[in-house]
């Protein structure tokens, strides 16, 4: 159960998938304590960290006694459970909500699991998860065909992904945009507009900020 006074601690800085999470807690003026770890440092390997995620995964957010992972059931998390009508990130109308779940899905399995993460493991991680150009060249393409949805959407003048206001299905697709662009993967000016325009968000860029790994001497810090 979440407590009156919330207790948030957010585990892991310096991915997309953080920089989600921390978004959230930016859009819900949420205060939180942030333990800054990194993927493959080490840092999601110590007993410690296995007990709050067994997955060994980041990022990962503490509410009190309750934990979650999965950066798109975090932001769904904070949203329900700390956002007002101003600035839910989950859609009420159910049939709103349904299109903001399918939206979900789409970005988290098509563009992000299936595409760029492939292409980042077998690429820029080919020393851990093996080298694979095929796989790489194929996951791109895949996106491609992917984003067709998208620039569908967008181009039906739309400003948001669902109905008329920003939600969290935004988010996921703006982080999936700008890793794509850094990929060098080809994304349409009518999405890279859009990411752009959701990017001006003040809580994207507080959260950019607070995604940067800190120097080794600080490695916990209240926001
Ligand atoms: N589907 C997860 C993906 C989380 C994930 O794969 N995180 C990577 C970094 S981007 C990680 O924590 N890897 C652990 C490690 O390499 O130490 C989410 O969206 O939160």
Not at 193 to 208: C, E, K, N, V
Request: aromatic residues 8%; hydrophobic residues 40%; neutral net charge.
């Amino acid at each position: 159960m979440a407590l009156d006074r919330p207790q948030l601690t957010l585990w892991g800085v310096s991915t997309s998938r953080t920089l989600r999470a921390l978004w959230a807690l930016h859009e819900l003026g949420l205060d939180y304590v942030l333990r800054p770890i990194q993927p493959r440092t080490g840092e999601t390997q110590t007993a410690e960290f296995g007990r709050i995620n067994p997955r060994r995964k980041i990022p990962v957010l503490q509410d009190g006694d309750f934990t979650i992972a999965e950066s798109p059931a975090i932001i769904a998390y904070l949203s329900e459970t700390y956002g007002t009508a101003d600035n839910a990130l989950i859609p009420r109308d159910a049939r709103q909500r349904a299109q903001w779940l399918e939206w979900c899905f789409h970005i988290a399995m098509e563009l992000d699991a299936t595409s760029l993460y492939v292409m980042r493991r077998h690429r820029d991680l080919k020393h851990i998860y093996g080298e694979a150009p095929m796989a790489v060249d194929s996951a791109a393409t895949y996106f491609g065909n992917q984003l067709h949805h998208v620039v569908q959407a967008l181009g039906e003048g739309r400003s948001f992904l669902v109905g008329e206001r920003f939600s969290s299905a935004d988010m996921l697709l703006t982080t999936c945009l700008v890793w794509a662009v850094n990929y060098g993967v080809p994304v349409p000016a009518i999405c890279t507009d859009y990411a752009a325009r959701i990017a001006r968000r003040p809580a994207y860029q507080a959260a950019l900020r607070a995604n940067i790994p800190p120097p080794p001497a600080a490695k916990e810090s209240p926001r």
